[in-house]
């Protein structure tokens, strides 16, 4: 286990050694980190390119890594403490420059199946949220230390330096769903919420935790939304435990679409949650500013990687050719291998995927969405047949040939499908691109898309740091190159309804 936590005088030596890079602070703890930090949703251990992109990340800068029990079901946390014990082990790293920052409150996959077990022995966790099959929530200390215990564990830490409630409001929306007076729900929510703070106050004082806050998506909601979690109540909450309590930070999405958490004047006092937050001191953390939600479309505020757009005859062609080689799969070289009917059978769904573009390749919807069903699903599928297949490379020389030869037909299928949905793309990412440069002349400056979406983050007062999904050693060099360029941090209020307006005013 490592020893140790972040402190104000090694994350500002940490920022003095990466000087070209920006850094913010983190509300009233001292703590002083880069503008971005490593966001950790889609990474893994296992996956070579996310250990590479995190160690990239941390040795040449990002000094903030935020995890989460529930991403990839622990893997996350795993590859974060897999990572910071090589570097640190190294001399690399030293724990104190690092700030950690993970977050409980989903039961998904292996904690589903653990509170299922624990149904079963009578001993359900309290306050348990059912929120649908294979997922649920609960936030009581139960819970919290039974996670807690888990992810200091796969993080290989003593110490862990935030520690956040994950998205609290799904009781509210469980509550709404199920017919509960709103005012009731409500002081329901803020009960369990109290509940939580003050064993989360206990575990400070264990020396398990430094501090607290929570991530919700409803801080920037208007103030009569249902799920609306509102920031004064939770500071209250927290002001009664103790007038020295350790809440200090939260988490919220803001992006050049959703600009809720400037815009919207929903705290008691008329303030906006990140006035709020900077008139109490309270650190900010910013998640998807990459991936706006507008009109129920995920859009994503980066470059579109184009070609040029290939025919309709060709893009059949291409599917076709993909096909030809899966059948070639089941029908010759299965059969080769032994491999009995029903398993072949199965093997034969799976990489079924020339089918699927045949049928659907035209009613994907948009570039985003094809990105998501080719990630989610699409390539996971074959991966899982290439590596079933992989023991009998090296005793079938058919085998190996395939797999070199259908990887190069899928790669031909897929790119031409993507030239189809990029190209409208490609244009949308230009024009929001204008539109940013016209909302504020400090966000004008050359740059992509992702930098832009990052630099109007950045400098706007109250964010402590932004949380980009570096998965890959390409997207942290992009990152690294916005926060080699300083902006001042200063009121943006009109920029940022300059931007809503224009935005709302074009077809995107």
């Known amino acids: 286990m490592i020893d140790g936590y972040a402190t104000e005088d090694a994350t500002e030596a940490f920022a003095r050694q990466h000087q070209l890079l920006s850094v913010g602070r983190i509300g009233t703890t001292g703590l002083t980190v880069s503008q971005a930090g490593f966001g950790c949703y889609r990474v893994s251990s296992g996956v070579v390119h996310h250990k590479t992109a995190l160690q990239k990340a941390l040795c040449e800068g990002i000094n903030l890594v935020d995890t989460s029990s529930n991403y990839a079901d622990g893997g996350s946390e795993s590859l974060v403490g897999e990572v910071l014990e090589d570097l640190i082990a190294s001399g690399k790293l030293s724990r104190e420059n690092i700030v950690v920052v993970s977050k409980v409150g989903y039961l998904q996959g292996k904690n589903y199946e653990l509170s299922r077990e624990r149904k079963q022995e009578g001993r359900p966790f309290p306050d348990l949220v059912e929120y649908g099959e294979g997922l649920e929530h609960c936030i009581h200390p139960e819970l919290l230390e039974d996670q807690l215990n888990r992810s200091l564990e796969r993080l290989k830490l003593k110490t862990l330096d935030f520690y956040l409630l994950h998205n609290p409001e799904y009781y509210l929306e469980w509550a709404q769903k199920n017919g509960y007076a ?91 949650v990140l006035e709020f937050a900077q008139h109490k001191g309270l650190g900010v953390l910013v998640n998807r500013p990459l991936n706006a939600f507008s009109n129920n479309q995920l859009i994503r505020l980066a470059e579109v990687p184009t070609s040029e757009r290939q025919s309709k005859d060709e893009i059949v062609r291409k599917i076709q050719f993909l096909t030809k080689s899966e059948k070639s799969l089941w029908m010759k070289h299965l059969p080769s291998i032994n491999v009995p009917p029903g398993l072949q059978t199965r093997i034969k769904e799976q990489m079924a995927v020339g089918d699927i573009l045949k049928h659907h390749w035209l009613n994907f919807g948009s570039y985003e969405n094809w990105r998501q069903i080719k990630a989610g699903n699409l390539q996971p599928r074959i991966q899982g047949v290439m590596n079933f297949l992989e023991p009998y490379v090296s005793q079938n020389e058919d085998i190996s040939n395939w797999m070199i030869s259908h990887r190069a037909r899928i790669e031909d299928a897929f790119d031409a499908v993507s030239s189809i949905y990029a190209e409208k793309a490609a244009r949308r990412v230009d024009r929001i691109r204008r539109v940013v440069a016209a909302a504020d002349v400090d966000w004008a400056a050359e740059g992509t ?17 932004v949380l980009v999904g570096m998965r890959r050693p390409e997207y942290v060099s992009d990152i690294l190159a916005e926060l080699s360029c300083s902006i001042k941090e200063d009121e943006r209020l009109e920029s940022w309804r300059k931007l809503s307006l224009a935005l709302a005013n074009i077809a995107l």
Not at 229 to 257: G, K, Y
Not at 449 to 465: D, E, Y
């Open 182 to 272: 709103l005012e009731a729900a409500r002081a329901e929510y803020y009960r369990r919420i109290r509940n939580a703070f003050k064993y989360l106050e206990k575990e400070v004082v264990r020396g398990r935790i430094r501090y607290y806050g929570i991530s919700s998506n409803t801080f920037s909601a208007a103030a009569d939304q249902p799920d609306f979690t509102c920031l004064a109540t939770i500071w209250d909450i927290a002001e009664s435990l103790a007038a020295s309590h350790h809440f200090r930070l939260v988490q919220l999405p803001l992006n050049l679409m959703e600009p809720g958490a400037v815009l919207e004047k929903n705290q008691p006092g008329g303030e906006s």
């Open 449 to 465: 898309l992702s930098q832009k979406a990052v630099r109007a983050i950045r400098s706007t007062p109250s964010v402590s740091c």
